[in-house]
């Protein structure tokens, strides 16, 4: 059975910085295209970074260019996501998920950013 557990969310004031991880059961986060995503209420769900599963190559969406960092550690199967310079903007439930054939997704993170 697949599980995708995440963790690391919580309240930050703008300007600080979370680190948010997701620990995969069930499956190797090296074999999936690993993502990130995050949901602000009232908006629809948003792809923030990914990282590939052959390569590692990452990718993010241009409002988290320069401020997140998608990592995988192989040997804890675990995919982390450093967030730098949070945002009032930022603030939303973060998501992990590993696509392959089928997308698998964790339950969510709470991220608030506020002063």
């Known amino acids: 059975q697949v599980q995708l557990v995440e963790s690391g969310g919580g309240s930050v004031q703008p300007g600080g910085s979370l680190r948010l991880s997701c620990v995969a059961s069930?499956?190797?986060?090296?074999?999936?295209?690993m993502n990130w995503y995050r949901q602000a209420s009232g908006k629809e769900r948003e792809l923030v970074a990914h990282i590939g599963s052959v390569t590692a190559s990452t990718s993010y969406a241009d409002s988290v260019k320069g401020r997140f960092t998608i990592s995988r550690d192989n040997a804890k199967n675990t995919v982390n996501l450093q967030m730098n310079s949070l945002r009032p903007e930022d603030t939303a439930v973060y998501y992990c998920?590993?696509?392959?054939?089928?997308?698998?997704w964790g339950q969510g993170t709470q991220v608030a950013v506020s002063s």
């Open positions: 998920s590993a696509r392959r054939l089928t997308t698998y």
């Open positions: 069930g499956l190797t986060v090296s074999s999936y295209t």
